[in-house]
């Protein structure tokens, strides 16, 4: 059984830096293409995709240059690092992940993705 945790949401003032962890436990990590989404309050039935890595780095035009997603094969952990935060950032960040690559696959359709997680809560403060 696959599983997903992230961990690291806060409450972070605009301009501030979060880093995010999602650490993947039940398969072989280095196997999956991995991706970070978010819900933003009031919108519940609207999952925003924001960054994927498999081989290469994917962003949303949204979090370019203000975000990165390495991924730590050794320790089963993608992460989100989020610099130069926005009150627009606020969110419930979720992980996911995906068996195999994204070459024919659009990294930003949720509906590719095989395992998420339970998401994180972060709040950015004006």
């Known amino acids: 059984q696959v599983e997903l945790l992230e961990s690291g949401g806060g409450l972070v003032q605009t301009g501030g830096s979060l880093r995010l962890s999602c650490t993947v436990s039940?398969?072989?990590?280095?196997?999956?293409?991995l991706a970070w989404f978010r819900q933003a309050p009031g919108k519940e039935r609207e999952r925003e995709y924001v960054a994927a890595i498999s081989v290469s780095q994917f962003y949303s035009d949204s979090v370019k240059g203000r975000f990165t997603i390495p991924r730590d094969n050794e320790r089963d952990t993608v992460y989100l690092q989020m610099n130069s935060l926005r009150p627009e950032d606020t969110a419930v960040y979720y992980c996911?992940?995906?068996?195999?690559?994204?070459?024919?696959?659009?990294?930003?359709?949720?509906?590719?993705?095989?395992?998420w997680g339970q998401g994180t809560q972060v709040i950015v403060s004006s």
């Open positions: 039940g398969g072989v990590f280095r196997r999956y293409s």
């Open positions: 996911a992940a995906k068996e195999g690559g994204l070459r024919y696959s659009v990294p930003s359709s949720d509906n590719i993705y095989d395992y």
